[in-house]
Every structure is written in structure tokens, then in C-alpha cells.
């Protein structure tokens, strides 16, 4: 049943992504691309949230508990993708080593708790944790490509990527690591599987956190020029004013 839901799909977001292609052909395939990811982080978001806080069981408590038919169906609606995914990325050369790297790790773990039949209860919030920023990231893409990247809605978007980023993957993603590792429930080999996903996690982090110390560092300087040029400036008036008087 599961093979048939990943097939399925993988044939859905192909699809979804030939109808973009057709839609917005003078646009090239990333953007048709970045398209399908934004709307799969959106509905695999809502899915995943709905497996986690709703219908349960909770991770943090029931790490390593046979999976639900609906925790199933999540996982094999975000492996499709990925297969999808990364077969473009490799098929483009769009990603480096590293995102690569992250896609074929969340490809194995999926694809380990699916065969194996448990761990699918804390995969689900994974896959919750790791995509919740997605359509942030996807956001900030196309603010660059609209030439709306350099307002305050650029900024806004980086702001909130970089919070939710932290305290979602990080914080909460660091408790979940904790009693996945800590629970007599989970095998030895999804335990490894968190260890890998938590150190790409931390990598991830310290790329964004110098990201955003670059950028509030320039925003800075572009403040106190602008700041210096209005003080020069009001001197330049009040100077003219004081020899027209």
C-alpha cells in the first residue's frame, strides 16, 4: 500500500510540475520547481501537524511505536517528493553537497520507518520541524526574483526564517533527539539516523546565523550612512539659512 502512495506521489508532483512548466514556460523550470516545493512544504506541514498534535500518538513520549495508517500515508506523500526533488536537483545541478546530502538522509530515514514498520510517530515530526521554514525559504526565492527582496517584507521573511528555524529545528529538534536517543523503544539504527539529521540541522544553523549576522551588520552601515547624509544635509540648510538672514 505504501509503494503504491509513493508512486502515486511521485507522479502528483510531476505532474504538478509539468502544469507549472506549461503555466509559466517564459519563467524557466527552477521556478516551476520552487513552485512544487512551496506548495508541497504547505500541504506537508499541515498533514505532518495534523499527525503530530492531533491524531498522535505524541513523539516525545511514544518515540518508536508501530506506525498508523495515516502517519504511513504522510510519509509516503514526502517521499514521493523527494524522489522528485532530488532527481531534478541532480538532473539540474541547481543544489550542492550538502542539501544533497540532506535530501538523501530524509530519503533513507523515511524510507527505514516505512520498512521497518515504527518510528514513523517521531519521522512525522522531522519532517514537521525540517519543512516549516520551507515555504519561508521558497518565499525569500521568489522575493529575489520579483526585485521585492530589499523592502521591509524581504526582511520580515528572513526574520521569521531564522526564528522558526531556531527554535523549531534547533530548540524543539534538540528535546526530540533527546528521547529519541533516551527512548528503549527506538532501534540503534534510527537513532543514527537522528544523529545525522540533528548534525545537518546544526550545519544548517550556523550557515543562517552567519547569514543573518552579515545582514544585520550591512543594514546597520547602510544606517549610519544614511543617517550621516541627513545630518550633513540639515547642516547644509540651516547654514543657507543663516546667510539668507
Request: net charge positive.
Amino acid at each position: 500500500m505504501a509503494v503504491l502512495t509513493v508512486t502515486c506521489s511521485l507522479i502528483g508532483w510531476l505532474c504538478l510540475y509539468l502544469l507549472f512548466r506549461c503555466t509559466f514556460a517564459q519563467r524557466g523550470p527552477e521556478w516551476s520547481c520552487r513552485l512544487v516545493t512551496l506548495t508541497h512544504g504547505v500541504v506537508i506541514v499541515l498533514l505532518t501537524a495534523y499527525v503530530v498534535f492531533i491524531d498522535g500518538p505524541w513523539p516525545f513520549t511514544h518515540a518508536g511505536t508501530e506506525n498508523t495508517e495515516l502517519q504511513i500515508f504522510a510519509l509516503s506523500v514526502c517521499l514521493g517528493y523527494f524522489f522528485f526533488d532530488i532527481g531534478w536537483c541532480v538532473f539540474h545541478g541547481t543544489e550542492g553537497p550538502l542539501m544533497l546530502a540532506h535530501h538523501a538522509a530524509s530519503i533513507l530515514g523515511i524510507l527505514l520507518a516505512l520498512l521497518m514498520g515504527v518510528s514513523a510517530c517521531e519521522t512525522c515530526t522531522v519532517v514537521f520541524g525540517s519543512e516549516i521554514t520551507n515555504p519561508l525559504l521558497q518565499s525569500r526565492w521568489f522575493l529575489r526574483r520579483l526585485g521585492l527582496y530589499d523592502s521591509l517584507l524581504g526582511d520580515a521573511v528572513d526574520l521569521l526564517f531564522i526564528l522558526l528555524f531556531a527554535t523549531v529545528r534547533v530548540g524543539v529538534g534538540t528535546v526530540l533527539f533527546y528521547c529519541e536517543l533516551t527512548s528503549p523503544r527506538t532501534s540503534l539504527v534510527m537513532k543514527l539516523g537522528g544523529v545525522v539529521m540533528y548534525g545537518l540541522a546544526w550545519v544548517f544553523m550556523v550557515d543562517i546565523a552567519r547569514f543573518g549576522f552579515k545582514k544585520s551588520r550591512t543594514k546597520y552601515k547602510r544606517w549610519k550612512e544614511n543617517h550621516k547624509l541627513k545630518e550633513i544635509n540639515t547642516e547644509k540648510v540651516d547654514g543657507y539659512e543663516r546667510l539668507k538672514a
